[in-house]
């Protein structure tokens, strides 16, 4: 069942319960209310301006501007078209008006609720004839589940259709005029990722895996730019990273995934060109939820966890979530653990109507390897020539122990019925120590890093003629601290001698960061504008063993994008953006003097199209897109020594995503990403060549099917396969360290033992597999060269009671 919701609205239940995935077919007697007609307070005229298009479009608008929850079948308005609604009118009567030539029915069952009907629908059987000859609906059938995190992401099984990573309003992804993906809470249910990277294996342009099965750290490129310290963002607010302090993902405490291609300084300030990556914790619910889950995988992987949520009071105005999760495993290699304990408490607090407060927490303790990699070969010109199948670390000395905690909250409070209040704040802390040795020569790395994030904005919804606005105006403020001490050597270990280093450097850095920022959204009959501008004020203070660097840096961001609906769903639309990030280190200039990094700046250029399918759950978007970015931080390695560098460069490429979880039981992705990342200034030796481990191609589909009656209903099975093209390992292009193109099969299979056996309810069993024909390939990457990740399985048990 489908839920579209006005701004007080959907905060009530209907709405969390669809957005946590709970089928309203168990709820169907809650929504037989026995109102008639339409309360007094819904006969008050108000100004609206839904602009013709898309019927399920128009209910969403119309849903915000009257502050409606508005419920309806899933496939009920597929095809369907609205002719709009302008003027002022009383609610009821723009419902109406919407509706007109739809052949659907309307009727309130509540205050501001209101179910949309085909009153020819077989599923609905004769009751109390209400206003305008509508049938009260005395069954309800469930075509769809919805499910998100209410407000800021919400999915129709694999299909994204609202999310606020893009502008930090409830805006349609279809009528979003940026490139976006969101990976839905079905998805990461039916592949099972074990980190962010796997969860990113179907996501256009984004390349991951380009260090083979490295547990450290979550580090991959969209459109060739690397998002692994400015890119990451939790819960719409920037993640807190220092160079050896990376927030570790546990999938299963995550909702979504929403990855916003292209600059989005303008509202985000500091963050990569290539775009965010925007992951959305799990939050209570209004429903009770309940499950436990057993996993047992390849490399001894064992693991328990556990998620429950639901009402605190019998008001529902304080609702909780537990989840947590307790792990035992290693990778391919034996010497490399996966050990980790998580636990991610949550509560929701919500009086009225108009307020809500939710409180997100979260600890990890994490071990897994310090060392990642094999030994390579090196040719008489001391230049890698490959890796061997012998592991370059040592399982005496090789823990990379990981505590992350952060604690933080969310508010939403409605001023007045056209300013709403949003306000989040979080800290955060991580405290690491790495061993490590590499061709038995030992290192040890310690690392503290907290950090404080918060964002604070108003949203104006006002017209002006014929326009309608969504005007946000805010200021957010970022501080982060860290102290990294290092040592290694000076002694070989051998057979029978192990020693810990000495920590002998340090490095220490506080940044603290401030933006103001104005976006407005414009809706013009079926033009949808959207315009922003920023300001930050960046500072930092480094130091190397005392001595000290100070950089303070001031830009100005923007982004203006304009797009067209068109009446069958589809929307052209062209875009521009810029984006800036103040870097940390320092530049070893051979020669001369070093000097502070200059900050990264870029813009991006982008054309595409998105279109809704009439008649089916289902999207095909399409891009194009120019990024030119100045002074990104790289290690580079063509002098024969590994510095510290600024790469300027220009990505260029053409992007295809097509995503549907259709009515018989099928759901699918594909993509495919050219991306043409070429280095306009680094070294001599590289001027004109494609950065390393980008390749040119990308293709990935997956499909599932889930059989809808019979014998074998219950039964789930997906498989997919993911082509990356070539690609150098180097940026010099030494062709002995070339990538050659590869193709990955994974697969899936499921079961609900209730169907057989209703005693079995709630009951999953459930297999997955990532390159289910185990193709392993040497991996090149900035010179040094891996082996890409084996055949992996894991076998799950799940019960929702």
């Keep these: 069942m489908r839920i579209m919701q006005g701004r007080r609205s959907r905060r009530r239940s209907f709405t969390r319960l669809a957005l946590a995935g709970v089928s309203f077919i168990a709820c169907a007697t809650a929504v037989q209310a026995q109102a008639t007609t339409a309360p007094a307070a819904i006969i008050a005229p108000k100004a609206f ?3 013709a298009g898309s019927l399920e479009a128009g209910i969403l608008k119309l849903g915000q501007q009257a502050d409606l929850r508005l419920l309806y079948p899933s496939m009920l308005t597929s095809g369907k078209t609205t002719s709009g609604v302008s003027g002022t009118l009383a609610t009821e009567a723009a419902v109406a008006s919407l509706l007109e030539g739809t052949g659907l029915r309307y009727r309130f069952v509540g205050e501001k609720t209101v179910q949309i009907f085909d009153p020819s629908d077989a599923t609905i059987t004769t009751g109390a004839v209400v206003k305008d000859g509508a049938t ?3 069954k309800i059938t469930a075509t769809g589940e919805r499910t998100g995190a209410e407000g800021i992401v919400e999915t129709d099984g694999y299909v994204a259709k609202s999310a606020r990573v893009a502008t930090k309003t409830d805006t349609p992804v279809m009528q979003t005029p940026q490139s976006m993906s969101v990976i839905s ?14 969860a990113l294996n179907y996501t256009p342009g984004a390349r991951v895996g380009q260090y083979g099965a490295e547990p450290r750290f979550d580090a991959f490129k969209v459109r060739g730019i690397d998002l692994t310290l400015t890119g990451i963002f939790r819960d719409g607010l920037r993640q807190i990273a220092s160079p050896n302090g990376l927030f570790r993902l546990e999938p299963y405490g995550v909702e979504a995934i929403a990855t916003l291609r292209g600059p989005a300084a303008s509202i985000y300030g500091a963050s990569s060109s290539g775009g965010i990556v925007d992951i959305v914790s799990k939050r209570p619910t209004s429903d009770p939820l309940r499950e436990v889950e057993v996993q047992y995988g390849s490399y001894g ?35 490399v653990k996966d050990d980790r304990l998580f636990i991610a408490p949550a509560f929701t607090w919500q009086p009225d109507e108009g307020t809500k407060f939710t409180l997100l927490g979260e600890y990890m303790d994490s071990t897994t390897g310090g060392t990642w990699g094999y030994l390579n070969r090196y040719g008489p010109d001391g230049k890698s020539i490959g890796a061997i199948p012998t592991y370059g670390g040592d399982a005496r000395f090789n823990d990379f122990t990981q505590k992350q905690a952060r604690i933080g909250y969310e508010l939403e409070h409605e001023l007045s019925d056209n300013v709403t209040l949003f306000h989040k704040l979080r800290y955060s802390d991580i405290s690491t120590r790495q061993e490590w040795v590499f061709a038995k020569y030992p290192g040890l790395t310690v690392e503290d890093n907290t950090g404080v994030a918060s964002d604070t904005y108003l949203k104006f919804d006002f017209d002006t003629g014929a326009a309608a606005h969504q005007l946000i105006a805010g200021i957010d403020y970022s501080y982060m601290k860290y102290t990294s001490q290092q040592g290694s050597g000076p002694d070989l270990f051998t057979d029978d001698f192990t020693y810990v280093p000495k920590l002998t450097s340090t490095q220490k850095q506080s940044q603290s960061g401030i933006g103001i920022y104005l976006q407005d959204q414009i809706e013009y009959d079926a033009w949808r504008l959207t315009a922003g501008v920023r300001h930050d004020w960046v500072d930092n203070k480094y130091s190397v063993d005392g001595s000290p660097f100070d950089r303070n840096d001031s830009e100005t961001t923007a982004r203006a994008a304009l797009g067209y609906v068109l009446p069958n769903g589809m929307m052209p639309y062209v875009s521009y953006g810029t984006a800036f990030v103040s870097n940390p280190g320092v530049i070893i200039n051979l020669g001369g003097t070093d000097t502070p990094a200059m900050p990264t700046l870029g813009k991006q250029w982008e054309a595409g199209v998105k279109y809704e399918i009439p008649g ?6 399409a891009a194009v ?54 280095i306009t200034k680094l070294t001599s030796e590289t001027l004109g060549n494609q950065l390393n481990s980008s390749p040119y191609h990308m293709f990935s589909l997956w499909a599932d099917y889930e059989v809808q009656s019979g014998v074998l209903e219950g039964l789930g099975v997906g498989a997919g396969v993911r082509y990356v093209g070539s690609s150098f390992g ?27 056996n209703p005693n079995f309810e709630g009951v999953r069993l459930q297999l997955n597999a990532t390159n289910l024909f185990n193709e392993v390939e040497q991996l090149c990457t900035t010179g040094f060269c891996y082996f890409d990740e084996g055949r992996k399985v894991v076998a799950s048990v799940r019960y929702r009671f």
């Excluded at 089916?616 to 978007?621: R, V």
């Design 49 to 51: 301006a839904v602009p």
């Design 136 to 138: 009260q609906l005395e």
């Design 185 to 198: 809470q079905k998805q990461l249910q039916d592949l099972k990722p074990q980190n962010l990277q796997e």
């Design 301 to 335: 992987r064992v693991q328990g966890a556990f998620d429950v949520s639901g009402p605190l009071d019998d008001e529902g105005t304080v609702l909780y979530r537990m989840t947590g999760l307790a792990r035992d495993g290693r990778t391919e290699i034996e010497a």
């Design 616 to 621: 089916q759950n289902a999207t095909i978007t």
């Design 625 to 678: 897109f120019n990024i030119d970015q100045e002074n990104a931080t790289v290690y580079e390695t063509s002098s024969g020594l590994n510095l510290l560098r600024q790469l300027d460069l220009k990505s260029r490429g053409f992007e295809l995503e097509g995503t549907a979880s259709l009515d018989n039981g099928w759901n699918f992705i594909a993509s495919y990403s050219y991306n043409d990342v070429e």
């Design 730 to 756: 180097d940026n010099v292009h030494t062709p002995i360290l070339k990538n050659q193109a590869r193709t990955f099969v994974d697969a899936s299979v499921r079961y609900d033992l209730g169907a057989a």
